[in-house]
């Protein structure tokens, strides 16, 4: 199998305030919530890269798409990475997630293999690292 990986999909309890924090705290560019006309359609779409869209979706329409029952959601499950390319650049990105409500889980810091990150949980408790590794090519 070769990856393919064009979309990201996190499971939300409320789109309406999962689209402010992303779209208006974060500043993430979105046309808004579409869909609204399907019954479990609702679903916004943010363009992350080129070829790679980041989707937030009621996790009852996930539920009812795939057949599987809602489940207690873990913020370790996985983790989204958001580098960038430098220690001041870190500490921008964390006080904007903090200003937009994120909840500051570990506050940006050096880390033991040389590089400097923070992690930010979203509001349905999605974690996102935001790190600068100097050992990176940008």
Excluded: C
């Amino acid at each position: 199998m070769k990856p393919q990986i064009t979309v990201i999909t996190l499971g939300v309890d409320d789109l309406e305030a999962s689209l402010h924090f992303y779209r208006d705290g974060l500043g993430f560019a979105t046309e808004g919530i579409i869909g609204k006309e399907f019954e479990y359609g609702a679903v916004v779409f943010i363009q992350l890269q080129a070829g790679l869209r980041l989707a937030l979706w009621p996790r009852k329409s996930i539920a009812e798409d795939t057949g599987i029952a809602v489940q207690t959601a873990s913020a370790t499950e996985m983790t989204l990475g958001h580098n960038v390319t430098s220690k001041a650049e870190v500490d921008a990105v964390m006080a904007k997630a903090d200003s937009a409500g994120a909840r500051i889980v570990k506050p940006a810091h050096d880390n033991f293999w040389g590089g400097y990150s923070g992690y930010f949980q979203d509001p349905d408790g999605h974690l996102w690292e935001v790190v600068w590794n100097p050992a990176r090519e940008q």
